[in-house]
């Protein structure tokens, strides 16, 4: 049976209205068939210090990440995480996570890479549950294994590689970083690394508008209006532009290309995961300081 | 695989962690995070006392002292909300809190590789417990001399 859709008006002005759901929804659909939610962190502990009753962990340096190549796991991996925790191919798939979702929407961005049919995001995130005073449980489910079938990753369309970006310079891009990483005025103490990167700020021609912008206050996103407002006529992009979004490892770049993607409905929106932690360590890649994109 | 020699105590925290299966190890992990001690009302008061560690995913901020009679006291603070940044603030205080400056500066800059975390923590997190453990030598080093 499939879950139904959350038909909140602040939703139905997004492109696909379908790719999100408010707490008060979950609240209500929690013992759904069919519906798994998973929580994904920055943090590896807070999944255990509570979590959204029945929900699983699903960590992304441990679980999603192939362990020896810098890479996400195959199908074959990701077919056997998704048995693991209970999650069938036509499961309706709930994420959350906390620092407003940005390990969540990195979870869904590789989700989206292995075409997982039924994919969401809570609006707000675990912040907004906690906020609310909702459930918490320390109860760690144990769902019954499914047959989660072999699909392979499809990087594409959704995925920029460094030799992509290379050729994609002067075209649309944005760096989702604070102004301090954009700039390359990176804070550093003497002889202590910072941010993984030998060298700092930008990718030539990419425009500055740090993720945060596209989040309120309560970690919810902003309505289109607002959304419209920054991306568009502020930094000029177009539904039908050929964008590629990147940050520090791509998890703040996912909340931005869900953003994008699906609350704006670019058709063309890809996430450079290799971000500035390879583009900055790159020899020779070309690199600009200073607050000009 | 050869370890280098750790004090006492860190010793016991390192085998703690490693006679219990992986599962159980965060569960460990988070208790260190419960027990971290709050800031005294010295540090509370004024923020502007203590370093920030950037190299952890979460806000941390420690203070380090040495006293007259060389003994290392150590603060510390992290949100509730960091709960991995806490634990590893919690094992430094566990294991290096009240001892002399040069069993503190003797601790191996890699013992986390002891504590069996980083399949299960990863190394990038890790970082955060090696860059704070720096600091806090660093610190020692510099009020000694």
């Not at chain 1, 047959?147 to 994609?168: G, L, W």
């Not at chain 2, 560690?53 to 007259?68: H, N, T």
Request: with cysteine; proline share 7%.
């Amino acid at each position: 049976m499939a879950v139904p859709f959350d038909s909140a008006p602040k939703f139905q002005e997004y492109a696909r209205p379908q790719m999100l759901v408010s707490t008060d929804w979950l609240a209500e659909h929690l013992d759904d068939p069919g519906l798994v939610v998973a929580e994904s962190d920055e943090d590896v502990l807070l999944y255990e210090t509570g979590h959204i009753p029945g929900a699983v962990k699903l960590d992304w340096h441990t679980e999603l990440n192939d362990p020896v190549t810098r890479d996400y796991v195959d199908g074959a991996g990701f077919a056997r995480l998704m048995s693991e925790k209970g999650i069938g191919r036509d499961t309706t798939l709930i994420l959350y996570g906390d620092r407003n979702n940005w390990w969540a929407a990195y979870a869904l961005w590789v989700c989206t890479l292995f075409d997982h049919p039924d994919v969401r995001l809570l609006d707000g995130g675990r912040a907004k549950w906690i906020a609310e005073e909702r459930a918490l449980s320390t109860d760690v489910p144990q769902r019954p294994h499914t047959d989660y079938p072999v699909v392979e990753r499809d990087d594409s369309e959704f995925r920029a590689f460094r030799d992509q970006v290379a050729a994609h310079l002067g075209e649309p891009m944005i760096d989702v970083r604070s102004p301090g990483e954009y700039t390359g005025e990176l804070l550093h103490m003497p002889d202590y690394p910072q941010e993984g990167a030998l060298r700092g700020g930008h990718i030539p021609g990419a425009r500055n508008v740090p993720w945060a912008r596209a989040a309120a206050e309560d970690a919810t996103f902003r309505a289109r209006k607002e959304l419209e407002a920054i991306y568009q006529d502020e930094v000029g992009l177009r539904p039908d532009d050929d964008v590629v979004v990147y940050c520090r490892i791509g998890e703040r770049s996912s909340h931005t290309w869900f953003v994008l993607h699906h609350l704006l409905g670019y058709g063309k929106v890809r996430n450079y995961d290799g971000s500035w932690t390879e583009w900055g360590n790159a020899v020779r890649a070309p690199i600009r300081r200073g607050e000009t994109p | 695989m050869t370890t280098a020699a750790l004090n006492p105590r860190l010793q016991e925290i390192a085998e703690d962690f490693s006679s219990v299966p992986a599962k159980d190890r965060l569960q460990l992990l988070l208790e260190f995070a419960e027990e971290l001690p709050p800031l005294p009302a010295k540090y509370a008061d004024h923020p502007d006392l203590l370093e920030p560690v950037p190299e952890c995913q979460s806000p941390l901020f420690l203070a380090v002292e040495v006293d007259g009679g060389d003994v290392v006291h150590l603060f510390f603070q992290a949100p509730r909300e960091a709960p991995t940044t806490r634990g590893f603030a919690g094992i430094l205080h566990a294991g290096l809190d009240g001892l002399d400056a040069d069993e503190v500066l003797a601790t191996p800059g890699e013992f986390s590789s002891q504590l069996g975390l980083a399949d299960l923590v990863s190394p990038l997190r890790l970082r955060g417990l090696a860059a704070m453990l720096a600091r806090i030598k660093r610190q020692v080093r510099e009020q000694r001399s």
